[in-house]
């Protein structure tokens, strides 16, 4: 699959976490277009305010692009005008793994995929908003997908 966006894979295509990991970065190449590789697989990050789902309204549930693995609901999406979806909790604890970053001369928390190893942004803590944690999974919208509400 290598499309401009790819899309999450569907329920039979999801794999499990061992399967997952004997991917090679060649096979990663494969299923992600570049620009997905780039930020799901080498920890990039995409322009602020250009990300698909960063003004997105739509109910439903956010999965990782890369597995398609469930991680936020849109109840826990809010406006933090920062140019990224924002999300105040992810949509279990063990959805996602948080593990110190270094890079770019500071301490961040990165916040990957715990069903694949995906990066998919960073969480921030702290910063004032009004929601429930005070916290800001400051997430990539090229390392998600949508799956809307069913009415």
Not at 28 to 51: I, K, M, N
Not at 76 to 96: R, T, Y
Request: glycine letters at 8%.
């Amino acid at each position: 699959m290598t499309s401009e966006i790819s899309g999450s894979p569907s329920a039979s295509d999801r794999q499990t976490p061992d399967q997952l990991s004997d991917l090679t970065d060649e096979q990663w190449r494969e299923r992600l277009s570049p620009q997905e590789y780039r930020v799901l697989r080498q920890a990039g990050t995409e322009a602020p305010f250009v990300g698909e789902y960063t003004d997105t309204k739509t109910t439903g549930v956010y999965r990782c692009r890369a597995c398609g693995a469930e991680l936020f609901r849109s109840d826990q999406k809010f406006d933090s005008h920062c140019g990224w979806p924002s999300f105040f909790s992810p949509l279990a604890g063990d959805a996602i793994i948080e593990r110190t970053d270094d890079s770019l001369g500071m301490t961040r928390t990165e916040v990957l995929c715990a069903n694949c190893g995906s990066h998919l942004g960073h969480v921030f803590a702290g910063e004032g908003y009004d929601t429930p944690t005070d916290l800001r999974y400051c997430i990539n919208s090229i390392s998600l997908t949508l799956e809307p509400e069913q009415d």
